[in-house]
């Protein structure tokens, strides 16, 4: 991220009331680079990424992996470090790379957020210096936020490695770990300083996680983009395959999606109650809770966003039979739209999934705004949820899945 442009405007203050208005704006802006075989010395992009504002210093860096990419490619730590020493005119590996568990479980250990933070202390990283983190969206939640939060924010540079973090998470400008049993309870808004998307590290993922980051992009092709949705409903069977030139498609225009959302709602930072990029996101944080991360984000998600299609159409707001359409597509991709928490009950006799609307409300504050679909490629915002007519839409998904 680089903070140029910074205007202030000194507002003096209103005769006898005593209030100084104090008012700047900070522009924001980082690359996001699309490339393969970031970490080969004939290629400059990472290089670029670091170095480009300051192309003739010697840039101090950091780096971190997820360990699954690390089990995947032994020899990363030393790729690195021979593209450093390729590129030593300009960049300076502070330590041999570190490795970091992946996935959810490096969100749900705070002793990990000061281990880290302690390593970049000892080896003496300041403001100036880079944290790169290497791995999939939990990963890069966790480092995103040891970064912001060491000397009130160091640089960092991420390279996601997952199909979910590449086309979504990686390329915004939000970090957070898990506390409380609340998803991303701690955790800032703060934009990357340079985003390496490589989408070589897609070859070794899993074909779940493959899967699982397809749910973002059909999420942006519903609320965003219905071209997009129908370009992936075309393209489903080579989707499903993991058709590279597919898959590399799906992820840009992503990605794209969700970077222009960012510059352009007017909300980067999500300071009002809406939450227009999350369709289907109350339930799938709730669910992912509930599961007790069995399922990942992405699997999700699809749920949600099937419920909340569902949801649609009984009151009203989305034709019949859209619902339909776009659960066909999700299982089509690979998706199972239903898992029995959903209809698990407190002690209250409550249904506990219904809760995440609550705790969806209080992550932002204000009123409850909940994106639903009023037509494919275009969300809106309602304010309230009737909970009989969404258990409803749960038992429909069951009874779908049991028909299956
Ligand atoms: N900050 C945001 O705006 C934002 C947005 C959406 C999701 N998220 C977060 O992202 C997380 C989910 O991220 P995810 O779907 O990328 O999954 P993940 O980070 O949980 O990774 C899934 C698994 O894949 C492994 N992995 C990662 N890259 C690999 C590779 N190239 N080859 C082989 N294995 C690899 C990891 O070790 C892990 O086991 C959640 O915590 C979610 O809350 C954040
Ligand atoms: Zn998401």
Redesign the pocket.
Known sequence: MSARNSVFSRVAPEEDSGVYVQRFAVAYEYPVYFTRGAFDPANPVFADAIARLEPTHRHRFVVII????VA?RRRLGMEIAAYAAAWAECLELAAEPDTVA???RC?NDPALVERLQRRLCDLGIDRHSYLVAI?????L?LVGYVAATSHRGVRLVRVP??V??QD??GV?V???VNAFAV??FVGTFSPPFAVVNDLD??D???AR?RV??MAEAVKAGLIRDAAFLAWIESSVEALRAFQPGALEQLVRRCAELHMRHIATSGDPFEQGSARPLDYGHWAAHKLEILTGHAL???EAVAIGMALDARYAVQTGLLPAGEEERICRLLETLGFRLWHPTMEHTGPDGAPVLLSGLREFREHLGGELTVTLLERLGHGVEVHEIDETEMMRSVAWLKDRDAAR
């Open positions: 997820d360990d699954g990419v995947k992946g996935g959810e969100k791995g999939g969206g939990a990963l939640d490695t997952t979910l973090a979504d998470s915004g939000k970090n957070g998803k991303n590290f897609l070794t993922l899993s996680d699982a980051g990942r984000h992405g």
